[in-house]
Structure formats: C-alpha cells, structure tokens
C-alpha cells in the first residue's frame, strides 16, 4: 500500500578486510546507531554488539575458529548480511 515502509537491504557501512585472519573492522558510515550481529554457519550469535553513527569497531576473530560467517548489520529501518571468510 501507500503507506508500507520499504526495508533498505543496502547500508553505508564497510567491513573489511575479508578474508580476515585476526581483525575484522566494522565502520558505521549510517547517521543512527548500528546493530552488529556475527552468526556462525549455523546461525548461532558469537557476537553481537552496537555501534554509534559515524563510528566504527572491530572485531578480534584469532580465538574464533576459522571457516564462514555471517555478518548481519542493522538499523532501524534497513537490514544487510553478508559473508565472511575467517582464515
């Protein structure tokens, strides 16, 4: 209808590096706070956290085992997830 909200899927954050074998940085580049969850190949959280806008945090992923994650950014009105690659 007229009055749906549509859900952005894309967010101005940056992750990098990915692959990554200690850190993983997280910059916020959103104007409101930014939910931060790390989900494990099978779905379960390992990290969740938040970061205000126009800040950034980062990760220590040595102690995490290696193998793919998922990434899942949020803030109140859009949602992205992506893969990372622990080496």
Request: proline share 2%.
């Amino acid at each position: 209808g007229v009055n749906s909200v549509e859900k952005r899927t894309t967010l101005n954050t940056n992750v990098y590096p990915n692959p990554t074998n200690g850190v993983l940085n997280i910059s916020n580049k959103e104007n409101e706070g930014l939910n931060i969850m790390l989900l494990n190949a099978q779905g379960a959280v390992i990290l969740q956290t938040t970061v205000n806008a126009f800040d950034a945090t980062r990760f220590d992923t040595k102690d995490l085992a290696k193998g793919i994650y998922f990434l899942q950014l949020s803030t109140s009105n859009a949602t992205s997830t992506q893969r990372v690659i622990f080496e």
